[in-house]
């Protein structure tokens, strides 16, 4: 199977972003997109300003062969959204929240904003049982260092994790530098990082204004997971780089 995670930066970069759907969807299985907007276009979104609202809507009809899964954390803000082809039945599908509770965001206060992850469950042919995530984390003006928020960010990512005995993906914007005491909480759970493994120099486009360090993108899987692939690939479609993956 195969999978892009990608945070399309509330689809600002359209036309090659479109382009690069299109391309994708005729061998990739699941899309796990971040930054995305599903929103009323009476009412933009007060984070993104030059946001598409409709980007969700766009992307859907890109993709008639998947069925699409959208969970917000706020109103009328960004979503996490999962695209899967509709040949993979899906068990179950939702999301947890891992700071906050959808809507808590006082607008006064980004470091109220929630963070949810959003997660499918199915068997693929060979009635292997996977769970794959979808995030977007805690994001502060103070840049990707630890902080409580994200401790607590990265527990609650285990504790959900433990609920299930399956092949596990944890995929997409952690905002989190890769020598966190945050991300070694994940990988000293036993998963891979595959981010390291792979030695990933940078997740980030040229759009990304900051010389270094250019990081923010990871791919975590559980032992289970046989990894086919793993790379970010080169094209510019967001302030982010996508990251493929196939997997067994």
Not at 49 to 72: Q, V
Not at 79 to 107: P, Q
Request: hydrophobic residues 30%; aromatic residues 12%; proline residues 5%.
């Amino acid at each position: 199977m195969k999978l892009i995670s990608l945070n399309i930066w509330g689809g600002r970069v359209y036309e090659p972003l479109k382009e690069f759907v299109i391309k994708h969807s005729r061998d990739v299985d699941v899309f796990c997109l971040q930054e995305v907007f599903d929103n009323d276009p009476s009412k933009p979104s007060r984070i993104q300003k030059e946001a598409r609202t409709n980007c969700y809507s766009e992307i859907k009809n890109l993709l008639p062969d998947f069925n699409s899964y959208i969970h917000s954390r706020q109103d009328n803000e960004e979503s996490n959204a999962v695209f899967v082809r509709k040949s993979i039945t899906l068990e179950k599908e939702g999301d947890t929240f891992l700071y906050g509770s959808k809507n808590s965001w006082m607008s006064d206060n980004l470091d109220s904003y929630p963070v949810n992850m959003e997660y499918i469950e199915f068997a693929d042919k060979d009635k292997k049982n996977f769970l794959i995530c979808n995030l977007h984390g805690f994001w502060t003006h103070d840049g990707k260092r630890d902080n409580p928020i994200r401790f607590e960010q990265s527990k609650k990512i285990l504790e959900f994790l433990e609920k299930y005995n399956r092949s596990k993906i944890i995929c997409g914007d952690f905002n989190l530098l890769p020598d966190t005491e945050s991300i070694k909480m994940l990988e000293d759970s036993g998963l891979k990082n595959l981010i390291k493994e792979y030695s990933i120099t940078s997740t980030r486009s040229h759009y990304y204004p900051k010389e270094h360090p250019k990081f923010a993108d990871y791919c975590f899987v559980s032992p289970e997971v046989e990894v086919k692939d793993f790379k970010v690939l080169p094209d510019v479609v967001s302030d982010h780089l996508p990251l493929y993956l196939e997997f067994e």
